[in-house]
């Protein structure tokens, strides 16, 4: 008995070095994300810097590296951002309305459209591009204009507004309901005065989510058309270019000042999304309720 | 004793008298937003298959999907998908190789190593991984990854499958990382403290009671990941070349399925000829490859749900 106790005191743990090994690579896998990201950083910030000026805010794009910039493009992404928000947030937020307030789950239909949704969310964004050239472009004869590039990124963003609206609509308690509808309350004012102010932070924080990924979307737009020169400024039947579209025709040309310029471009391009995403970040950490 | 009034012998009405027909176009309205997905959905099949089918009464569908030489521009042009489909294979492989094994790593140490502090503050980090726009990636991978690679001695030109697919696989880390630990973290906590007592170490825990318990929700995530892989275009547009190339050497340029689709979109090919029709029928393709993988890994994901909720 005894015996057996001092020995299970004094015998090493097998597999210590294993384990410790093991612990390594957990760690340089964590490691790797952060250093690309640095990497990555650092990369485009050592090389752009120096062309985020007023130039690149205030001049179109043109065959002289020295005085182009993009300020056709960074206003078209301003212009698709806003048409983006009222195009996507009333569709996903009726969307998730009806499916989690309205639909009845037992009807073959709507199991459907869940299932739906959730493939639209992983469709790639290149077939999106396809939709808009067929249809809005050549199809129904829209051409090359800003109003298709926006409602194009509308669609692909829309799955992902949804699905965030449902959850954040599915954490408001029920009991929150029953005590409305217990008042006299109809089914839309209880929805419209209790569960929607409830799910807003969710709602919001999805949303700006969602814009900020469709704000960086390039592959759709070029099927639509945004690769052209554009020296003017965006109208929303005009011809068009959104700010990564401009970084891609940037790299793509072969000297070597227009790869610096299309990293002033990034500089701007993740200075809006990051921004973003750290405001919808500190949204839901503001407003998260519980509940 | 009075008797009750003739009224409250009736039971009780809880309809209401009359109709509220504001009530009824709300949902109306509401339905039609949710309409607008399934219009998604039948406007793309509508808009990939419709020119697709066309393209197949021209091109025999056997002769596409197993066709060596891709060169629908040239004279007399040649329609074989494959060389198309091996540069997306050969992409995704490298993107595999880093972010099946460092995502799974990555997740492993969210869900079973990292203090709840230290999680908290690590995954928004990762989740900024997966907010950079994939353009941003093409220019890093060009810039910055090929030159290291050169450096390393491997004999890669301007443009590799190589490098277009390692900066494509720390994309998808977060993608893997993230749903691979909310399985994880489903796992049942009797399940640990029942290994432990029977004295197993944090490794043991983690690569034999957890990992296999969340194993349904692991592999979609790395379904999920090899899906985005293969529909991912501005990373291989920019870094891994633009020309057709049957190969399975990753050090070489190739052009994939979606490079090809963004590549001949984007100019003004004209509407209705055989050039114009290509794109669907690549689309298309690509298409049922990552719809096929999207529903198995959805599938999955329910799966573990069911389980362990």
């Known amino acids: 008995m005894n015996a057996a106790a001092g020995n299970l005191r004094t015998k090493r743990p097998r597999g210590l070095w294993t384990g410790r090994l093991f612990y390594g690579f957990l760690v340089l896998s964590l490691l790797i994300g952060f250093l690309t990201l640095g990497a990555l950083l650092a990369q485009v910030f050592l090389e752009g810097y120096k062309w985020v000026d007023l130039v690149l805010f205030l001049e179109a794009p043109s065959a002289d590296p020295r005085i182009a910039g993009a300020e056709p493009a960074i206003l078209a992404t301003i212009y698709i951002g806003i048409l983006l928000l009222a195009f996507t947030v009333p569709l996903g937020v009726g969307t998730a309305i009806y499916l989690e307030e309205y639909a009845n789950r037992d009807r073959w239909y709507n199991r459907m459209l869940e299932v739906n949704i959730q493939n639209l969310a992983a469709v790639p964004s290149i077939v999106y591009g396809i939709l808009g050239l067929a249809f809005l472009v050549r199809g129904l004869g829209l051409g090359r204009v800003l109003l298709a590039g926006a409602m194009i990124l509308t669609l692909l963003v829309l799955p992902t507004v949804i699905i965030a609206a449902r959850e954040a609509i599915r954490a408001v308690p029920d009991s929150i309901r029953q005590a409305a509808y217990a008042l006299g309350a109809t089914k839309w004012q209880v929805v419209w005065r209790q569960v929607l102010p409830g799910a807003l932070p969710g709602i919001a924080t999805g949303s700006i989510l969602a814009l900020s990924r469709g704000l960086g979307e390039t592959a759709p737009l070029l099927l639509v058309g945004a690769l052209t020169y554009v020296s003017f400024n965006p109208t929303l039947l005009g011809d068009f270019t959104a700010l990564p579209v401009q970084i891609y025709q940037w790299i793509a040309r072969p000297q070597e000042e227009f790869r610096t310029l299309a990293a002033s471009a990034i500089i701007v391009l993740l200075a809006i999304l990051l921004t973003l995403n750290a405001f919808a970040i500190w949204l839901r950490n503001r407003y998260e309720r519980r509940w | ?309």
């Open chain 2, 1 to 309: 004793m009075a008797t009750p009034p003739a009224a409250a012998q009736q039971p009780l009405r809880l309809r209401a008298t009359r109709r509220r027909w504001g009530e009824d176009v709300v949902k109306v309205v509401l339905a039609l937003c949710a309409f607008v997905s399934v219009a998604t959905t039948v406007g793309i099949v509508v808009a990939l298959f419709q020119p697709a089918i066309e393209f197949f009464r021209a091109i025999s569908i056997v002769d596409f999907l197993t066709g060596t030489d891709w060169s629908p521009l040239f004279v007399p042009a040649s329609f074989g998908v494959l060389p198309l489909i091996a540069g997306t294979l050969l992409v995704t492989g490298c993107a595999i190789l880093v972010c099946v094994p460092f995502g799974l790593g990555a997740a492993i140490y969210l869900s079973e190593y990292a203090q709840p502090r230290t999680r908290k503050t690590l995954k928004p980090l990762l989740e900024i991984l997966a907010g950079v726009p994939t353009v941003v990636y093409g220019y890093f991978a060009l810039t910055f990854v090929t030159p290291r690679l050169q450096d390393l001695g491997l004999p890669v030109g301007v443009f590799s499958a190589l490098s277009a697919g390692l900066v494509m696989g720390v994309m998808l880390l977060p993608t893997v990382a993230s749903i691979s630990e909310d399985s994880m973290s489903a796992v049942p906590q009797d399940l640990r403290d029942g290994a432990y007592a029977l004295g197993s170490t944090r490794l043991n825990v983690s690569t034999l009671i957890v990992v296999p318990a969340a194993i349904s929700g692991i592999i979609a995530s790395f379904v999920l990941a090899i899906s985005r892989a293969v529909g991912e275009t501005m990373i291989v547009l920019i870094a891994a070349g633009g020309q057709p190339n049957f190969t399975w050497n990753p050090q070489e340029a190739v052009q994939t399925m979606t490079a090809f689709i963004a590549a001949t979109g984007q100019g003004d090919v004209p509407t209705g000829t055989i050039e114009y029709k290509t794109i669907f029928a690549v689309g298309a393709t690509l298409f049922v490859m990552t719809f096929v993988m999207n529903l198995f890994a959805i599938r999955l994901v329910r799966r573990f749900r069911e389980v362990y909720e």
